[in-house]
Each structure stands twice: as structure tokens, then as C-alpha cells.
């Protein structure tokens, strides 16, 4: 690959003056560019989605776009547009004078209505950025990501982030906001808690040369196929999860990729690895949170118990090693679209939004111009339980540090007894009101929004220090409900944005078309946001 990028320092599982948990074992790295996709084992019949979902509050429908008239010749302009545009070649970025122009628009609107909701549908306004094969988005599944038109459109626009601007998101997920700021020639930050999450954001920006990658893809397979009794980590957790035979396989190529030198491909090998563990396991492609599959819960005749029995079957009798080759290769493959990119810095950090605020944090006050997150959902998405099996099979956490990676992640649902046994209060008087009347019917769920607000109060401490005089903060949030009541939970984000000093520039909403990754509950707390508001902020 030409124009190899510089190096840079490590960036590994606490940022620097922290101590790691032993139990959880996280490392990420700096690195560059994006990567590409690599679509994930479909079941018969059924797409896979990518797209943020959540299960929560379905608010009524949005009013029509107010926007309709000024943006139709636009959308239908932007359709073809993303008709003509490359799929092989380096990513579209949007043209800045027409992300101005939209920006604009939006501000003339949102200001001429007021608090009437105002309704954009970003797909249709940027198609250009629609491609499922766009950069590296779709390198690994993911649950709940942030649609990349949002980071797209805002790192366009020169109001938002001029040339070299720095960006944060500190809730970057599997690193959506951090492709698009490699895409757009930007240097970026990204910190999440979940080690699985840093690891795929961080291969997902950085250029590796093919040839290194698939010298290193033949020494692995031919080191595991050397291995006879390699220790199989976190076993009781995972025979569940694969067939024995599998799961040694597994185990080998992990030993074996661990081994690889140059740690831009070995953790690589270790996204493709993630990969392949999840198309090989037992647990049903369907879904994201793993759910074993069973045909005998269906009746003989019902299609998806044959359907199941087939794949079972498949899966006694797969090749892992040559399984892994295969996806290995098409991620290299995907990757070398990097090539061509302008190499800017950007760095990934295992670590907690709430800490930001702290003296030794990895972001100083006030050295970032522009700030795109999609913070995790009021108890919508379980994000660890769906990284559950990827984590336990790279060996990346074990039980103990499965349990308090719970315990770190915004917006859990899962509470000690004697936790939620008093009540607690946001400083939101809205807030606190509608938590109050939900307490006698649900504390738990009571104490989920509570913990969620003072959790999300402190990250906001810290996100609106990092910023610039001056500086945006694109926030990406869906409402909720709470037991049965409709609980704006994006308003409340908005009032503890400006507890920090930061003032609201724009509000919109964005419907969400997919429903993919959504996780269905049993109980009417909670059900599927139909609409994201994206607000943002001026410091």
C-alpha cells in the first residue's frame, strides 16, 4: 500500500494514571483510516441490519417533513447522485456547499417552528452515503449503530467542522463517527467501555497492507493446525455456545493470532475471528443477543425447525480453519479500499465517558471542534450480552470481567434489590415526576431512568469541557417509555446539556426505517423508538 501511515502510541485499557481491571482485558490502538464490509451469517429470508434501533418508546408519528418543498429538488438531485457514485473506490463524502446549503435550511426552519418537532429523512438528503459497502461500516455486526449519515452530513458542513477540525465521540460504539471523520480527512478520538467495541472501531480505521495481512493470515492457520490441545478459555461459558470440535478450532486460531507481531494485523485477525465465532456458534443468526438455536420448539411440519436442523447440521461438519481464511481474506480484501485515504490521526481508548471530566483523562479541556455521539439507549439495547459470546470466545474478558463490564455500561438494566430500594432523584423536575408515578408500578425500571439521567449528567461534565469555545455537539438520542408513559428522554439530555453551558443550535428528528437489531421485550416498559432526535449544540 502506498503512503504508509506514520505510527503512533498505544492507546490500552485505561488511559494514562489508571489502573485496568485485571479481569477485563482490553487493548486498543491508534490507527487511521476505515475499513469496509463484511455482511454477517443471514438467516433464511431475513436481512441483517446495521442500523441504531432500540427497544423503546414508540412515539406518535412525527409531523411530514417541513422540509418537503425546500429539499425535494435536493433529494431528488441526491438520489441520483448516489445512483452514479463509485462503490469500489474511495467513499463519497458529501460536498460541503450543499451540506451548507441543508444546514441553513434547517436552521431557518427550526427557528421559524419553534418546538414543533421538525422531521428530515437524512437517507433520502445524502444517498451518496447509503452504500452497505461504504468504507468498512459493515466489517462486523454490531448492535444498534448510529446511522452514518448523521456523522456524514455533520462533518460536511464547514459550520460544523473546518478543515482539520478534531473530533470526539465518546460513546463511539464499533467507530461509525470515527470512519466518517477518516472519511472526511479529520482526526478523531473514540472511547467506549466495551472491549469488543474498541477493537472493531479501531480495525475499522486503520490501513494495513494486504501483503503483511495475508503472510500473517498463513503462518496463523498453519500454527493452529499445528496445535493439539490448545486451552480453550472461559469453556464452561462457551460449550453452550459451539461444538466441541469448533470450539477447540476456535481456540487454536486464537493461540495462533495472538502470536502475530505486528499488532495493527493482529487485531485484524482478531476482528475476523470475532466474525467467524459468531457464524459458527450454535446461537440463532436471527438475532443479536445470542439465543441457542432448538427445532424442537417448532412443530415437525414448521419451516424454520428444518431450517434449523439444516444449519445444525452444517455446522458439525464446517472447516473452521478454512472458514477463517475465507472471511479473512474478504476483509483484507475490504480494507485495501482504504488505500488512497489521507491518513489522519485517530485514536480509540477503552475507557468511560463519565470520566472525561477527570485530570488524567485521554482528551484535554478544550482541544475539540466537533462532537457526533449516539449515546447508549435508556435500557434499550443490551449491548454487552449481545458481545457476550465474541468477548468470552477472543478471550477479551472472563466471568468476573463480564460482570463488571455490566456494571460499567450506560444504561443497564440490571440492579441489585437493595439498589433500587430508595428512591433517587435526577435534578430534572420533569423527570423526577414521571419517575416518581412509575415507581409503584415498576422501581426497577424507576431506578433504570434515574441511574440512566445521573450516569448521563456525568458524562456531560466532562464532553462539554473537551470542547472549544465555540465548538458543536451533534447528539443523536431516542425517547422512551416508562411503563406504558411517554418519557422524552431526549429533552432530558437536552436540559443536561445546558446545565454544562452548552446551547441548543438545532433540533430535528429522523425516523428510523429498520427495525434489524431491535431487542424485543416481554414486558410494556419498553418499546421500539420509531424516531431519533438529533439536537445540536454550540458551546
Request: proline content about 7%; aromatic content about 6%; hydrophobic content about 40%.
Amino acid at each position: 500500500m502506498s503512503g504508509s501511515p506514520r505510527q503512533a502510541s498505544v492507546a490500552s485499557s485505561s488511559w494514562p494514571g489508571r489502573q485496568g481491571s485485571p479481569s477485563l482485558r482490553c487493548t486498543t490502538r491508534i490507527r487511521r483510516y476505515p475499513d469496509s464490509s463484511l455482511a454477517c451469517c443471514q438467516w433464511p429470508g431475513r436481512r441483517s441490519s446495521t442500523t441504531r434501533t432500540s427497544t423503546t418508546a414508540r412515539s406518535a408519528s412525527p409531523p411530514s417533513c417541513v422540509l418537503a418543498t425546500t429539499c425535494s429538488a435536493l433529494s431528488a438531485r441526491n438520489r441520483l447522485i448516489g445512483m452514479l457514485a463509485p462503490t469500489s473506490s474511495a467513499p463519497v463524502r458529501i460536498d460541503a456547499g450543499r451540506a451548507s446549503e441543508v444546514y441553513h435550511q434547517l436552521l431557518a426552519k427550526f427557528h421559524e417552528q419553534g418546538d414543533d418537532p421538525m422531521t428530515v429523512d437524512f437517507r433520502s438528503l445524502f444517498p451518496e452515503v447509503a452504500s452497505t459497502e461504504r468504507a468498512t461500516h459493515n466489517l462486523h455486526p454490531y448492535p444498534a449503530k448510529m446511522l452514518r449519515h448523521i456523522p456524514s452530513f455533520s462533518l460536511a458542513v464547514p459550520e460544523l467542522a473546518g478543515p482539520g477540525a478534531r473530533v470526539l465521540d465518546p460513546f463511539c460504539g464499533s467507530g461509525t463517527t470515527l470512519v466518517e471523520a477518516l472519511v472526511a480527512g479529520n482526526p478523531a478520538v473514540g472511547l467506549d467501555v466495551n472491549p469488543l467495541a474498541t477493537l472493531l472501531a479501531k480495525v475499522k480505521s486503520t490501513p494495513v497492507s494486504p501483503r503483511r495481512a495475508h503472510a500473517a493470515l498463513a503462518s496463523v492457520v498453519a500454527m493452529a493446525r499445528q496445535l493439539r490441545r490448545p486451552r480453550v478459555p472461559n469453556r464452561d461459558r462457551l460449550r453452550y455456545w459451539f461444538h466441541p470440535r469448533v470450539l477447540t478450532d476456535l481456540a487454536r486460531l486464537r493461540i495462533a493470532v495472538e502470536d502475530v507481531g505486528d499488532p495493527d494485523v493482529r487485531d485484524l485477525l482478531k476482528a475476523s475471528l470475532s466474525l467467524l465465532a459468531r457464524q459458527v456458534s450454535l446461537a440463532d443468526p436471527r438475532v443479536s443477543v445470542p439465543v441457542r438455536l432448538r427445532p424442537e420448539r417448532y412443530p415437525e411440519d414448521h419451516r424454520l425447525r428444518a431450517a434449523m436442523s439444516r444449519r445444525l447440521a452444517q455446522l458439525g461438519r464446517l472447516d473452521v480453519l478454512l472458514d477463517f481464511e475465507r472471511a479473512t481474506r474478504e476483509t483484507i480484501a475490504r480494507i485495501g479500499r482504504l488505500e488512497g485515504l489521507r491518513a489522519e490521526p485517530i485514536a480509540v481508548y477503552c475507557a468511560d465517558a463519565r470520566e472525561l471530566a477527570a485530570a488524567d483523562a485521554p482528551v484535554e479541556p478544550a482541544t475539540i471542534d466537533l462532537i457526533v455521539t449516539s449515546p447508549p439507549y435508556l435500557g434499550a439495547q443490551k449491548y454487552i450480552r449481545a458481545s457476550s459470546l465474541n468477548l468470552f470466545a477472543l478471550d477479551l474478558v472472563d466471568a468476573e470481567g463480564a460482570g463488571e463490564l455490566l456494571g460499567r455500561s450506560v444504561g443497564r438494566e440490571f440492579f441489585r434489590r437493595d439498589e433500587y430500594a430508595e428512591a433517587q432523584t435526577t435534578g430534572i423536575h420533569e423527570a423526577d415526576a414521571l419517575i416518581e408515578e412509575s415507581r409503584c408500578t415498576n422501581p426497577l425500571r424507576a431506578h433504570l431512568a434515574t441511574t440512566y439521567l445521573r450516569e448521563m449528567r456525568s458524562a456531560f461534565a466532562g464532553i462539554a469541557t473537551r470542547l472549544k469555545p465555540g465548538g458543536a455537539f451533534v447528539l443523536v438520542a431516542g425517547d422512551n417509555q416508562l411503563c406504558d408513559v411517554p418519557f422524552p428522554t431526549s429533552r432530558f439530555l437536552e436540559a443536561l446539556a445546558h446545565e454544562r453551558g452548552l446551547r441548543t443550535e438545532l433540533r430535528v428528528v429522523d425516523a428510523i426505517r429498520s427495525r434489524g437489531l431491535m431487542t424485543r421485550r416481554n414486558h410494556s416498559s419498553a418499546s421500539p423508538i420509531a424516531h431519533e432526535h438529533v439536537v445540536v449544540f454550540r458551546r
